[in-house]
């Protein structure tokens, strides 16, 4: 058992902790951790020494791990590890919640700095209650009866997509949040293509308040882990060198939303138009989900 000290790092989200070591996390530990997770969101642990193996057991404590769906690893190639690595093109510059592609997109990630530049790279990660907290109640209204398509377009796999709530419901907390982002979601489900694309991008903008994110300056050795329902991250690409993070990612689950959908969705039948191929990816995921 170690002897943690908690600092805040921001006021919508973020803690540093210290005084222990997450190689030899017990049960203790684990609780510990899942409190301050609830409480901050996400979390940092500096100067930590950890193998591979003992990261992977870590993630263990908290669930089931999944292999990424679809990137591959530049270095270990361990099943349960996945890599990003700067010098091949591994730098996650738009805001994004993990694989929201899924049907149960992972609940936690775990990520090792391994190495990272002096200066520049920091990761910024934002707030989903507040977000959507934050709203006015006619905006929040209408956010609670949509929903949006997700797509793995970003690793050139758009044939892998999910639907969820534009407002989910934290199944621990059971508070509402703001579930859409820039990186992954493409079609609000139940308007037209036009509608959906001003609407997306003005609460994928929403959530980048600054009042709602923090920003962490890495050093290497540091653990995080935040609590992927409730938040985005974002790395600042402005640094030149080496930049290696390995994360484990714990497994899914459903999404809940805050009420059904207001309406069907926007898919017009009989003759389609020109315009109409802005309905296509929207049209053959709802034929998918029929057969
Ligand atoms: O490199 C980072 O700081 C975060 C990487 C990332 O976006 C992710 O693991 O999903």
Avoid at 194 to 202: C, D, W
Avoid at 230 to 235: A, G, K, R, S
Avoid at 254 to 268: F, I, L
């Amino acid at each position: 058992m170690g002897d943690w000290k908690v600092r805040k790092l921001g006021a919508a989200l973020g803690a540093e902790i210290t005084g222990g070591s997450l190689a030899e996390a017990g049960a203790q530990e684990i609780d510990l951790i899942k409190g301050w997770l609830a409480e901050h969101h996400v979390i940092f642990f500096p100067s930590q020494t950890i193998s591979v193996e003992e990261h992977v057991e870590l993630g263990k404590h908290f669930g089931e791990l999944e292999d990424h769906p679809n990137l591959k690893n530049p270095f270990t190639q361990h099943p349960y590890i996945f890599e990003l690595a700067a010098t091949q093109g591994g730098v996650a510059d738009e805001w994004h919640t993990d694989i929201t592609f899924q049907e149960e997109p992972s609940i936690m990630s775990i990520l090792h700095m391994v190495k990272c530049p002096e200066i520049g790279g920091d990761t910024m990660w934002t707030n989903l209650y507040q977000a959507y907290e934050e709203m006015s109640v006619p905006m929040q209204t209408l956010c609670e009866g949509i929903t949006a398509l997700h797509d793995a377009l970003p690793h050139s796999r758009p044939d892998k997509m999910a639907i969820h709530p534009v407002v989910r419901i934290h199944p621990e907390t059971v508070r509402k949040l703001l579930y859409v982002n820039e990186h992954f979601t493409r079609r609000i489900v139940e308007m037209s293509a036009g509608e959906s694309e001003v609407l997306l991008k003005y609460l994928t903008e929403w959530v980048k308040n600054p009042r709602f994110t923090v920003r962490y300056q890495w050093t290497p050795g540091t653990i995080a882990m935040w609590d992927n329902r409730c938040t985005q991250h974002f790395v600042v690409n402005d640094f030149e060198g080496e930049r290696v993070i390995q994360r484990v990612t714990v497994m899914g689950d459903q999404v809940d939303s805050a009420r059904e959908p207001m309406t069907e969705p926007w898919v017009r039948s009989g003759y389609h138009g020109a315009t109409s191929r802005h309905d296509k990816q929207l049209r053959q995921f709802l034929r998918g989900q029929k057969t």
